[in-house]
């Protein structure tokens, strides 16, 4: 047989039977998807298309509905939100899991969080699945050896009538990242400086496999991060081969596998990985050894640099970036030349899918403990789920955070897209541990500076974007 | 899904390389739970202002652009968030193809299932349309049965996977059209739980 792909591998399992003449990328097929995640904005109109048409669920057991979205993240909050058309989406959705019996975690339910950290703590994502799922970082099952993807409403709708997907096949890429991050440099500053040097379109097409040893090294969460952002690159899924450490992250959590059934799949996921001599659509290489803690200056997520440097003049790009790099500046009311370091901020944010796991939060707590959060700036953290905001309690990371002056919030989406609540004011600049810098992201006017939780919490001491290096060496 | 196969009318160059699908629809527009009144929504941030004034310098606020049926793309249109709310506001305010040369992955699939046609140039042939319908636009003519874009004196052909065109040209449901593979997928069930026994109960333990 033919040297293939894990991505290929993956497809070629879940492939029921091809939709065109002919195979490669490009090609269309009948896919088998094993699981789904709903969420209460990007699904209703799905329902209300079954509903039209007449139709059911055909697995209603392979899905599971999370509200994350547009609910409160106040400490105190109630079951309710203010805001009538939110609660229409939430009062839907509770609707629609019961007439077609898929189980929803409301707001109040002790496993609500956002979609893509409460899966993976249930032990419901499992290497060599097909996940799709109404928000595109579904890419974040990569790190489990998961083919996770973003749909959307319309192919919510065929999945859950149909429990497949009519799919094109994606080319694929490789990146390997040799050496190690050097102390005080995280995954997110990884997959920033990979952003930054292939573009925000550059695995645009390609389903991405991560391989080489710095990878290796990483915990599941920080890979998590690192497949969850990939979606900023243009990558449609992400992917790392399965390892021991992603073997035991599932085993014992609530809806894993028995541990018969464990021990039964566990030779079939040892051999998910590449073909030695596969070939790829295309290949880049990372030196995890020369990355620096990385911040973002613009209004792309490629549109970042290292935290010692500045920001660029728009004269000195390539030339087909200058025009939206004015343009960038412009709304972010940045001037060329200024030093990263010199920025000053208003807002710190540490959440979202890609960084608000115990890991995130433990890392940023080691920054803040026995400091405080610089005079007019307002800090906020909200937990990736109600699970870890216990476990990190139960560790007394709400007092270190409490104590620096942060916001204990509860968990949801927050400001990561700021669709409930949870806001920037028009003009008002955010550290922020999220995924997105996009104009009016967090808020219209809102500007937003991507990195890690780390490096928020460091920006939230100093009052300006800051190098947490400098911060984290006293301790040393 | 409304059939496609040659729509004629005005086409607005945006230029732009990424743009995102938080520019195309905000989010105070995702809040419904059906698919209507997302029209208003479409680049809302652009065309209005913050105090809701219309921004007449804005390509698609121009007088000649009332009935605009196609804009003219930059790369990676449509990347970011895969809310399918910014096609189906694409579709109510009356455009019927995007003419480019990328399109982000997901933007691209909810467009295939609502009939937005995509079409994808290469480089050279993206630079000669924007000159042929210049900065202000121009009428043209997308034929989808002959696969050509027609500007002018400029005809231009244009690649597009076999099943997506025959799938617009019809205004097939998709959902009826796999429902047709029933059995087949029910044959797929079950020789694949046999192997993989772990998953065989949507996962509980
Ligand atoms: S945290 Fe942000 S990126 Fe993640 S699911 Fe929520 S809105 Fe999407």
């Known amino acids: 047989m033919q040297p293939r792909t894990l991505y290929d591998k993956i497809v070629d399992r879940h492939k029921i039977r091809a939709l065109d003449d002919r195979d490669g990328p490009g090609s269309q097929l009948l896919l088998y998807v094993d699981r789904t995640v709903l969420n209460e904005y990007t699904s209703p109109q799905a329902f209300t298309g079954l509903r039209d048409a007449g139709r059911d669920v055909w697995r209603p057991e392979a899905a599971l509905g999370v509200v994350d979205h547009v609910n409160s993240t106040a400490p105190d909050r109630g079951g309710a939100v203010e805001d009538a058309n939110a609660q229409r989406q939430i009062d839907y959705f509770a609707e629609n899991g019961r007439d077609f019996g898929i189980e929803m975690f409301d707001v109040l339910d002790p496993r609500q969080g956002i979609e893509h950290v409460v899966l993976p703590e249930l032990g419901w994502v499992l290497p060599g699945l097909v996940i799709a799922a109404g928000d595109s970082h579904t890419a974040t099952y990569g790190a489990f050896g998961t083919v996770g993807f973003g749909i959307g409403t319309s192919d919510i709708e065929h999945l859950l009538a149909t429990q497949t997907l009519t799919y094109t096949r994606l080319k694929t890429m490789r990146a390997t990242v040799v050496g190690d991050l050097p102390v005080g440099v995280t995954a997110k500053d990884l997959v920033m400086a990979l952003i930054r040097g292939i573009g925000a379109d550059g695995a645009a097409g390609h389903a991405l496999e991560f391989v080489g040893e710095a990878i290796d090294t990483l915990d599941v969460e920080a890979r998590m991060t690192i497949c969850n952002m990939s979606v900023e690159c243009g990558a449609r899924v992400a992917l790392m081969a399965p390892d021991d450490k992603v073997f035991d992250y599932i085993a014992g959590r609530p809806r894993a596998p028995s541990a018969e059934m464990l ?5 079939v996921w040892q051999a998910l990985a590449s073909d030695a001599e596969a070939v790829f659509d295309r290949e880049v290489v990372l030196d995890a050894g020369e990355i620096a803690p990385m911040v973002s200056w613009g209004t792309s997520p490629d549109q970042s640099g290292a935290i010692d440097g500045a920001v660029p003049d728009p004269a000195s790009l390539p030339e087909d970036r200058r025009r939206d790099a004015v343009r960038a500046l412009a709304y972010m009311g940045l001037e060329p030349g200024v030093r990263f370091e010199e920025i000053a901020i208003d807002r710190a944010f540490i959440g979202s899918c890609t960084n608000a796991r115990l890991a995130d939060l433990r890392d940023a707590a080691a920054i803040l403990r026995g400091r405080r959060v610089a005079p007019g700036v307002r800090a906020m953290v909200s937990p990736g789920s109600s699970s870890v905001r216990r476990a990190a309690e139960a560790e007394g990371l709400d007092r270190v955070f409490i104590e620096a002056g942060f916001e204990w919030r509860q968990s949801g989406c927050s400001m990561c897209l700021a ?34 939780p780390a490096m928020v919490a460091a920006a939230a001491v100093a009052g300006r974007l800051a190098d947490v290096r400098s911060l984290a060496s006293r301790e040393m | 899904m409304q059939k496609f196969l040659s729509v004629t009318g005005m086409a607005a160059p945006m230029p732009a390389a990424n743009v995102d699908t938080d520019v195309i629809m905000p989010k105070v527009f995702l809040k419904g739970i059906d698919r209507a009144g997302l029209a208003r929504g479409l680049f809302h941030d652009l065309r209005f202002d913050a105090k809701g004034r219309t921004r007449p310098d804005f390509i698609l606020n121009r007088e000649t652009m009332r009935d605009v049926r196609f804009l003219l793309t930059g790369p990676n249109f449509g990347c970011g968030s895969s809310r399918e709310h910014a096609g189906w506001g694409t579709l109510q305010y009356g455009i019927r193809a995007l003419i480019g040369t990328t399109f982000a992955g997901i933007f691209a699939d909810n467009a295939a299932n609502n009939g937005l046609l995509l079409i994808s140039l290469g480089e050279d042939d993206r630079d000669r349309l924007f000159r042929a319908a210049g900065p202000d636009g121009a009428e043209l003519t997308v034929d989808l049965v002959e696969r050509t874009v027609t500007c002018g004196g400029l005809r231009l052909a244009f690649e597009i996977e076999p099943s997506r065109r025959q799938a617009l040209m019809e205004g097939r449901d998709r959902i009826a059209t796999t429902l047709q593979m029933k059995e087949q997928i029910r044959e797929f069930e079950a020789a694949y739980f046999a192997e993989a026994p772990w998953l065989a109960r949507g996962g509980a333990a």
């Open chain 1, 419 to 452: 669709m409930n609540d949870d806001v920037l004011a028009p003009g008002e600049r955010c550290a922020s541990s999220t995924n997105r810098n996009f104009e009016g992201r967090q808020g219209s006017g809102g500007r937003t500076h991507l990195m890690s």
């Open chain 1, 263 to 267: 021990a039964r799949a566990r030779p």
